[in-house]
């Protein structure tokens, strides 16, 4: 079973700096995707980021990276330059990549973030 | 391009009763799968559906039910709610089975078992 664990519940950060967000992952599977999404107050979920287990670079997709340490099982997300926007709950989510059926995505609790002036 | 729309945005139920979300998925988006999101928790999996046939499920009763349409658009029923089936219910809508394509969600029904 895959199971997704962020251990921040709340996090602050001042407006134009970096903040890490936490995420460890556990899974038998060999081959396995790890996304994160953001969730404003109005409840959609919008996609930020994607690694695949066997990509050999870390992704970034904008202000976003991912800190992909597989044989620590995690997979941090970094938000640079933060912005007032910024503030909200991210999940970290992971999709075994071998199953034949649904693909599936298991999320973690989440962090709420809040950006500070 | 049109996102994932749901409908209704909020609901209100007493228990017992059957209740139905909607879904339109993205367009050229033919797999679509719904989470149940409880206050303070990340989403839950509850099905999936792909070109009209349920194709995983996850702990959730048999009152659990859903369809999908020839147009990929797709329905979730739960009946006999229950007061614990107050959430977010989110739609969330892919291209194929790529497994490395995100889901893309939409706004949610939040609903509400009285």
């Known amino acids: 079973a895959q199971k997704i664990t962020q251990t921040q519940p709340g996090m602050f950060v001042q407006e134009k700096e970096a903040v890490t967000l936490d995420c460890t992952y556990d899974t038998s599977d060999p081959s396995y995707g790890l996304f994160w999404y953001k969730q404003p107050s109005s409840g959609e979920m919008i996609f930020l980021i994607y690694?695949?287990?066997?990509?050999?670079q870390n992704a970034t997709e904008g202000r976003y990276s991912l800190n992909f340490q597989k044989a620590r099982k995690s997979a941090n997300l970094v938000i640079s330059a933060s912005q007032l926007g910024d503030s909200a709950m991210y999940f970290c989510?992971?999709?075994?990549?071998?199953?034949?059926?649904?693909?599936?995505?298991?999320f973690g609790t989440g962090t709420r973030l809040q950006v500070t002036l | 391009e049109t996102g994932v729309t749901q409908s209704p945005t909020h609901l209100i139920k007493t228990r017992g009763q059957q209740v139905t979300l909607r879904c339109s998925s993205q367009s050229g988006h033919n797999t679509v799968s719904w989470y149940q999101q409880a206050l303070g928790q990340g989403p839950q999996f509850i099905f999936q559906?792909?070109?009209?046939?349920?194709?995983g499920r996850g702990n959730f009763p048999p009152r659990f039910s859903g369809l999908q349409f020839p147009n990929y658009s797709s329905e979730l029923n739960v009946n006999a709610l229950e007061l614990d089936d107050s959430a977010l219910y989110l739609c969330a809508s892919s291209p194929g089975q790529g497994r490395n394509q995100p889901q893309h969600f939409g706004d949610g029904t939040r609903l509400s078992i009285l």
């Open positions: 690694q695949g287990s066997y990509d050999q």
């Open positions: 559906y792909y070109r009209e046939e349920e194709n």
């Open positions: 989510a992971m999709r075994d990549l071998n199953t034949g059926t649904a693909s599936k995505l298991t």
